[in-house]
Nanobody, 128 residues
Framework: QVQPVESGGGLVQAGGSLRLSCAASRRTFDMSAMGWFRQAPGKEREFVAAISWSGDITYYADSVKGRFTISRDNAKNTVILQMNSLKFEDTAVYYC?????????????????????WGQGTQVTVSS
């Protein structure tokens, strides 16, 4: 299976935490940058966070910086998005994406057009 698979979404109160996971096949995970995007009802898909294939470079949208942390476990072909201090406006469907091309810049990592494979998404709902 080429498409990544997300898990970990759910309902949480404002101020709470959730941990999203994204699993991919080794064939697509190795040497690939991984990103998280989200889409709220009536809004366009927006960048949340990304991580380089080696895991040593991370990128964050300003809206989540300091609250969300992206990490990856290359031995398990998994990328994690730890979300703390959640706000009502974080409510959205969260998508995991894989980019098999090398493009180590924020502009590149934050553009959905650069990603090759997408998961089906997982719903995150934050109650105020």
């Amino acid at each position: 299976q080429v498409q990544p698979v997300e898990s970990g979404g759910g309902l949480v109160q404002a101020g709470g935490s959730l941990r999203l996971s994204c699993a991919a096949s080794r064939r697509t995970f190795d040497m690939s940058a991984m990103g998280w995007f989200r889409q709220a009802p009536g809004k366009e898909r927006e960048f949340v966070a990304a991580i380089s294939w080696s895991g040593d470079i991370t990128y964050y949208a300003d809206s989540v910086k300091g609250r969300f942390t992206i990490s990856r476990d290359n031995a398990k072909n998994t990328v994690i998005l730890q979300m703390n201090s959640l706000k009502f406006e974080d409510t959205a469907v969260y998508y995991c994406a894989i980019d098999i091309n090398y493009c180590p810049s924020y502009v590149c990592r934050a553009s959905a057009y650069n990603y090759d494979y997408w998961g089906q998404g997982t719903q995150v709902t934050v109650s105020s």
